[in-house]
C-alpha cells in the first residue's frame, strides 16, 4: 500500500523593485531595496539588491516599477521572470517626488508651528 510520490508544492516568490537597465537583449536588471535594522545600533538600513530578470517582450524600460518572480536557472546570472510592469517610469517618479515635497512641507510646517 504505497502511495504516489508528489513533488512538494513550489513556493512562488515574488519581489518587487526597480528597473535600473534595460541594455541587454530580453534581460532587465532590477534593484530591490529593504529596509533593516541594525543589530547593534537599532537604525532602520536601506539595502539593496540587484537581479537579473528574462523580460521575453522587451516590454519594461529604464525607471520602471516591475514585478518580477524567480524561476528555474535561465543562464549563469538570470533566475528570475519579470511578471508585469507595475508603473511607468515618469508616472511613479512623479508621485514620488509629489509624496516627498508633502512630507518635505508637512515636517516644515510641524517645525514651525513649535517654535
Do not use: C, N
Request: net charge positive; glycine share 4%.
Amino acid at each position: 500500500m504505497t502511495e504516489p510520490t508528489t513533488a512538494p508544492e513550489r513556493r512562488i516568490v515574488r519581489k518587487q523593485g526597480v528597473v535600473v537597465s534595460a541594455k541587454m537583449a530580453k534581460t532587465i536588471t532590477v534593484r530591490i531595496d529593504r529596509m533593516v535594522r541594525h543589530p547593534k545600533y537599532k537604525k532602520i538600513i536601506r539595502r539593496t539588491t540587484k537581479a537579473y530578470a528574462h523580460d521575453e517582450k522587451r516590454e519594461a524600460r529604464e525607471g520602471d516599477f516591475v514585478e518580477i518572480e524567480f524561476a528555474r536557472p535561465l543562464s549563469k546570472q538570470k533566475r528570475w521572470v519579470l511578471v508585469k510592469v507595475l508603473k511607468k517610469g515618469p508616472e511613479w517618479k512623479a508621485e514620488e517626488a509629489a509624496l516627498d515635497a508633502a512630507a518635505i512641507a508637512a515636517a516644515a510646517a510641524a517645525g514651525g508651528a513649535k517654535s
